[in-house]
């Protein structure tokens, strides 16, 4: 261990650019991910406040399956089954890629939108009521009144989500996907220095996460000063 | 073959063939969730030290290990270790790796939960002669555990789902049982559908009783 | 959608309410209430807690839906529709239009903290009425001036002290102009130094000829600004009448009572 500054001096020329290469990579599922786990998630939960009964089991019982199982698993069945039950149709776009956002971007929307739900339920009875005595229909009070509130109360919460959503990207690499992770584990046995790459990517992730940890709780204290 | 076909003649031994990953599943779980309450509860104790020093690594400890994949750290334990010597079995490498990241957020649950007592409870056990480690023991951890159940359950949770991980590092549990049923038979849909079922027996029911736990504290404050 | 329209004669109550009735699961909670008011009349409703006078003004503008009876406003029913003969309650959207011509003021205030005084009286002139935006500050400035809080146009509610979000809440009815004004308990979350600057605005409002029901503790106010007391208990109206009548002269004993113990605190 106490030769690793001369193995990463060594090496360090070779592996960094590669691995920052499919960082990139890592930083692109993430994003598609997040922004389809919102879109998923704010459906969601409009269907788990909806008055029309089947809908809200619908969505809860849909949102409790996929938070029960882990996502290695739910990655593997996004993956790998709709294929196989569905041969005639043409999979030829589904790549993996695909597979571990469509994968990430389900279990992300199941959590989302839980904590939407909360944060529309946190807000004061009396804000809608207020607004629908003004005459506003159930829509418009959403719209100008609960949504603009709802999103500063989620907004802690989506951005947490959003850093492990990054870290969770690493999970891709165990169905195939060309990511950070799989390419570390490449370059790790290729050239028999595992302790050395994985500290380095290790690194990398936390380069990458601990910022956005940082901002995301200088943006709680913001929004606590100002409520 | 047909979907329904494959599981009327072959669904009891996939069923059979995945189960027998669960005991090294159950034992991962609980393995590395004795450890995080332990370290984990050293931890949150050092980051509420009165010396800077411990502070701040406890703080370094906390942020990388909840900065950094999990995945990662169970490689560098398992595939990285042996270069310096060390060579821990799958078994070890798994509750180590993942003992090691739950310490982290377990320290967070134990923080808050400590921070939740009111601090009249802590002086009120000072006023009354007890040193502050037995202030702690006898006055302050007894109340905080009860608060702390429920997020400890959901943490319970998240590591039993976090086992699915550790065929990664040739722990031959659930999830490599099943990834080399596949391969043996070629029939990804019903086998990856029936892990994931196994999975959900597992902690849907575990869920409601969190779920029921918090509900509990809610009405208890 | 077909309204019944009750009376076409022009001494109508602008307020008609017949045998409303609410229950909670099994509670009962208005055990059948008939009441008019007139245009420009002020009514106050008093009683003690859980005789249902809360309900009640929550049941005028459909907060609560009433388990039976009907409620017209100028003629016209509202709140229900009939489909085949029998009567089905409005939803929310449909009964946003009817909402618009009565204004209902919080014990809470409800004012939304994401918007700034002037944001809070004008955001329905603009998105429910369609006024411009000119068109609903024009407004919104009046009504705030009005209730003496022209200087804080441009304040969130989370700076202005009970007292003055209650008035700002009041004047984001008042910019909605309608024709009739509910106040549920008003006054009973401020501070006491504050009730005095709510009640005054109450009462100029009163004196311009506003149709008021207002649910109050306040029974000096009540005296002073009413033209009529109604005294409620146990989901019924147990007496009404001038403030003369009722508050100094009461026929039932549970009046008395209820009076009795309001002067002894």
């Known amino acids: 261990m106490f030769d690793l500054p001369q193995i990463y001096a060594e090496n360090i020329q070779r592996w960094l650019p590669e691995l920052l290469y499919y960082s990139l990579t890592t930083l692109k599922i993430a994003l598609v991910s997040f922004i389809l786990a919102i879109v998923i998630g704010v459906f969601l939960a409009l269907l788990r406040i909806s008055s029309v009964r089947s809908l809200r089991l619908f969505a809860t019982g849909f949102i409790e399956i996929i938070r029960g199982l882990p996502i290695v698993v739910l990655l593997y069945i996004v993956y790998f089954v709709p294929p196989q039950l569905f041969p005639e149709l043409d999979w030829r776009w589904f790549s993996d890629f695909t597979g571990a956002v469509i994968g990430l971007g389900l279990h992300g929307g199941a959590i989302l939108a839980e904590v939407f739900r909360s944060g529309i339920e946190a807000l004061h009875k009396g804000q809608r009521e207020a607004a629908l005595t003004l005459g ?61 790459v994985f500290v380095l990517v290790a690194a990398i992730y936390f380069a990458m996460s601990y910022p956005l940890s940082l901002a995301v709780r200088h943006l709680e204290l913001k929004l606590n000063i100002s409520r | 073959m047909g979907f329904w076909q494959i599981i009327n003649e072959k669904g009891w031994y996939f069923l059979t063939s995945l189960l027998g990953g669960w005991p090294a599943t159950v034992t991962v779980a609980v393995g590395s969730l004795v450890f995080a309450l332990f370290i984990g509860l050293i931890i949150a104790l050092l ?16 942020e990388i290990f909840r900065g ?10 398992y595939f990285g270790l042996p270069d310096v010597g060390l060579e821990p079995s799958p078994f070890q490498a798994a509750i180590i790796g993942l003992g090691l990241n739950g310490a982290a957020y377990m320290s967070e649950i134990y923080r808050a939960g400590i921070e939740s007592i009111h601090r009249g409870q802590m002086e009120a056990a000072l006023t009354l002669g007890m040193t502050p480690i037995r202030a702690m023991r006898y006055v302050v951890l007894p109340q905080a555990l009860r608060t702390m159940l429920p997020p400890i359950t959901s943490f319970a949770i998240v590591l039993l789902k976090d086992t699915s991980l550790v065929f990664a590092v040739g722990v031959v549990e659930i999830m490599a049982l ?13 086998i990856y559908i029936m892990a994931g079922l196994l999975y959900l027996c597992m902690t849907i029911p575990l869920s409601r009783f969190a779920a029921r736990l918090e509900r509990q504290r809610q009405a208890w404050q | 959608m077909i309204k019944r329209s009750s009376e076409t004669g022009d001494n109508q109550p602008l307020l008609k309410i ?18 008019e008011v007139h ?51 409005l939803s929310d959207r449909e009964l946003a239009e009817e909402r618009r011509g009565i204004g209902f003021v919080f014990q809470r205030f409800n004012l939304f903290p994401h918007l700034t005084a002037l944001g809070n009286v004008t955001i329905a002139p ?21 209730v003496g809080l022209g200087h804080k146009i441009d304040e969130y509610p989370e700076r202005l002290s009970g007292g003055q979000q209650q ?70 109206i147990v007496e009404q009448g001038p403030p003369r009548d009722v508050l100094f002269n009461p026929q039932q004993p549970r009046t008395r009572e209820f009076l009795q113990h309001i002067q002894e605190r």
């Open chain 1, 136 to 196: 506003m229909t159930p829509t418009q009070s959403m719209t100008y009144i609960i949504f603009p509130q709802a999103t500063r109360i989620v907004l802690p919460p989506v951005a947490n989500y959003a850093i492990g959503l990054l870290k969770d990207t690493s999970l891709c690499s165990l169905i195939g996907v060309n990511e950070l992770m799989n390419d570390a584990k490449g370059i790790a046995f290729a050239d028999y220095q595992p302790m050395a």
């Open chain 2, 47 to 62: 980051r509420l030290s009165n010396w800077r020093v411990l502070r701040i690594l406890s703080t370094a400890y906390v």
């Open chain 2, 68 to 77: 950094t994949p999990a995945l990662v750290q169970l490689f560098v334990i």
């Open chain 2, 178 to 190: 099943t990834r080399n049923l596949v391969t043996e038979t070629l029939q990804s849909a019903p």
């Open chain 3, 18 to 35: 017949d045998n409303l009735q609410k229950k909670f699961g099994d509670l009962v909670v208005l055990d059948g209430i008939d009441l």
């Open chain 3, 39 to 89: 245009r420009g009349e002020k009514v106050s409703i008093i009683g003690p807690s859980g005789s249902g006078k809360t309900t009640l003004l929550r049941c005028i503008n459909y907060l609560e839906k009433p388990s039976g009876g009907h409620i017209h406003i100028d003629g016209m029913l509202i709140g229900e529709k009939q489909i085949n003969g029998k009567y089905v309650h």
């Open chain 3, 126 to 146: 603009q998105k429910v009425l369609g006024l411009t935006r000119d068109e609903a500050e024009r407004r919104g400035r009046d009504m705030l001036t009005k």
């Open chain 3, 167 to 236: 008035r700002v809440a009041i004047a984001r009815v008042l910019a909605m102009q309608p024709k009739l004004m509910l106040f549920d308990e008003a006054t009973s979350a401020l501070d006491p130094e504050l009730i005095g600057e709510v009640l005054r605005v109450m009462r100029q409002l009163a004196d311009e000829g506003s149709t008021m029901v207002i649910v109050t503790h306040e029974i000096q106010f009540a005296g002073e600004v009413s033209d009529r007391v109604i005294f409620m208990d146990h989901g019924k």
